[in-house]
């Protein structure tokens, strides 16, 4: 009877975050923190208190060889909290679990693809105040989520797992995220951000190219360094090596 | 059950109040019982345009906090018998107004009119969104400037996630373009953006263009709503844009820069067109 009257303590629930991953190329926290200490200062506050993934996967080392202790309590030295790791190999992730850092799965990864080694991770934008519709995965062959309706300034849409095609305008404010290829069908005049979840091979395709923003698998450009991609036309985005290339379309 | 409309903007300034008081003046010119609720709650400006405000008892926060019957709040129009106006508070905030209050006003006014009008406040906070919440149509109204259009289009969006229809996942709120202060001679000259590329962004229907004209702030300082103007272009504008609404096909107007302003146009431009 008593248990029926309680309150609710709490509810479990899954949740998605936007997290920056640190993938480390040196075991050795003295090689990487100074490095990535003098990175922050060039952002302050930019990043301070912010949850970090430390990413393994590039890491050539044997497990006895980092000294996950001391890059954790640099890295809340420095104001950045480190939650856990993803990728590297079992002994690696066993290595890091001793030093409390779980291993995370990425959404969608089965296994980590080969990244781009000097990624420049995509700040988390804001929280999103809009609500954005969920993608619809019915049919067949690629999962892809439509947008028919104009992305107005402050929403924000996220196809996860899936391309993002919009068949309206994206306009200045908005942001559209797709861990696979974005199509816009319309002026993409907001921000784009295709292969989120670190696809390196994801486009961007839109009928008027006049962006802030555009990144792809961690790369991005801002508008002043488009330098003479075809605003305004039909064009095309995509990641060659860790240039990104506009070419016009058709 | 009435119809109600959200006047909303997002930036202020643009010209929400002057709107609100035209076009309920309009609709109850067509003999639409009509009324207009300032939702503007701690800078209450619509009473002065419509040129009630020494008339003014009790206002909305009074009937929401129970001190004062709707009835006793409403201000019938002198001037046009089916027009009515509930006005804001001036000494409150807008913590006073609370979706519960709003919604019994709604319901109730719903009975006795056809149109309710609702003047929102400016931003995206409590007064806006409250102002908004029970549309069944909006009325966003943009100047013709890129801040004022992007404003217009983060308001379409909270039109599209926080208003009742939205949450309810009824039929979405109906949303009509309003351009105000549009000046073709400063277009012409690449001052002010075009009425196409303000269309192009927003991509919603166009109610009307209302051209910049001296005849709004006489009008707003002598308290009768600039419909009433009936030679002056932002009178006419507004007209047609009511016309629009109730369904008629009118061409839009006031659109070209005025041929060679003489000097008696440039004195007195509402007159003369």
Redesign the interface.
């Known amino acids: 009877m008593s248990s029926q009257t309680l309150p609710e303590a709490f509810r479990l629930r899954a949740g998605n975050f936007n997290l920056l991953v640190l993938r480390l190329l040196d075991p050795r926290p003295e090689a990487v923190l100074p490095a990535l200490g003098d990175q922050f200062r060039r952002a302050p506050g930019f990043l301070r208190f912010a949850p970090i993934v430390i990413g393994l996967a590039d890491l050539e080392a044997a497990p006895e060889e980092v000294d996950f202790r001391g890059l954790v309590e640099g890295l809340h030295k420095l104001e950045i909290v480190p939650i856990g790791t993803s990728g590297g190999s079992q002994a690696m992730k066993q290595a890091a679990q001793h030093a409390g850092l779980p291993p995370l799965r990425a959404v969608g990864a089965e296994a980590e693809p080969a990244p781009p080694p000097e990624a420049i991770p995509v700040p988390p934008a804001a929280a999103a105040t809009?609500?954005a519709p969920r993608p619809d995965f019915s049919g067949s062959g690629r999962a892809a989520m439509l947008v028919a309706?104009?992305v107005?300034?402050?929403?924000r849409i996220y196809a996860q797992g899936a391309d993002l095609i919009v068949t309206?305008?994206v306009?200045?404010?908005?942001e559209i995220i797709a861990d696979g290829n974005i199509h816009v069908y319309g002026?993409l005049?907001g921000r784009a951000v295709a292969g989120a979840a670190d696809d390196a091979t994801a486009r961007i395709f839109a009928l008027n190219f006049d962006p802030e923003l555009v990144a792809i698998a961690g790369f991005y450009a801002v508008r002043e360094g488009l330098g003479d991609a075809p605003i305004g036309k039909p064009t095309q985005v995509r990641l060659e090596g860790e240039e990104m290339r506009f070419a016009p379309l058709g | 059950m009435a119809q109600v409309i959200v006047v909303t903007s997002g930036k202020g300034g643009v010209g929400k109040t002057t709107t609100s008081a035209a076009v309920a003046t309009g609709l109850a010119q067509r003999g639409k019982k009509t009324v207009v609720i300032d939702f503007d709650v701690g800078l209450r400006n619509l009473d002065l345009i419509m040129g009630v405000e020494r008339r003014v008892v009790f206002d909305i926060v009074n009937v929401i906090q129970g001190e004062a019957r709707l009835n006793q709040a409403l201000i019938r129009d002198k001037r046009v018998d089916t027009l009515a106006i509930l006005p804001a508070s001036q000494t409150r905030d807008k913590d006073a107004l609370t979706r519960e209050g709003v919604s019994t006003i709604i319901e109730e006014l719903s009975a006795d009119f056809d149109y309710i009008l609702c003047d929102s406040p400016a931003g995206i906070e409590k007064g806006a969104l409250l102002a908004l919440y029970f549309a069944d149509q909006a009325i966003v109204v943009t100047n013709p400037e890129v801040s004022s259009v992007?404003?217009s289009?983060?308001i379409?969006?909270?039109l599209?996630?926080?208003s009742k229809r939205a949450e309810e996942k009824k039929d979405k709120v109906k949303e009509h373009l309003l351009v105000t202060r549009y000046d073709p001679n400063r277009v012409e000259r690449g001052e002010m953006l075009k009425l196409e590329d303000v269309r192009?962004?927003?991509?919603i229907p166009l109610l009307g263009v209302i051209p910049e004209n001296e005849s709004v702030l006489k009008a707003s300082n002598t308290g009768t709503p600039v419909i009433m103007d009936t030679e002056s272009v932002a009178g006419q504008a507004y007209k047609d844009a009511v016309g629009r609404f109730l369904g008629e096909d009118l061409p839009h107007r006031f659109l070209e820069p005025a041929k060679k302003p003489g000097l008696f146009q440039r004195l007195f431009g509402g007159r003369a067109a």
């Open positions: 809009e609500a309706e104009p107005r300034s402050g929403q309206a305008t306009n200045a404010g908005a002026a005049r | 992007r404003d289009d983060r379409l969006g909270v599209q996630s926080k192009e962004i927003l991509a």
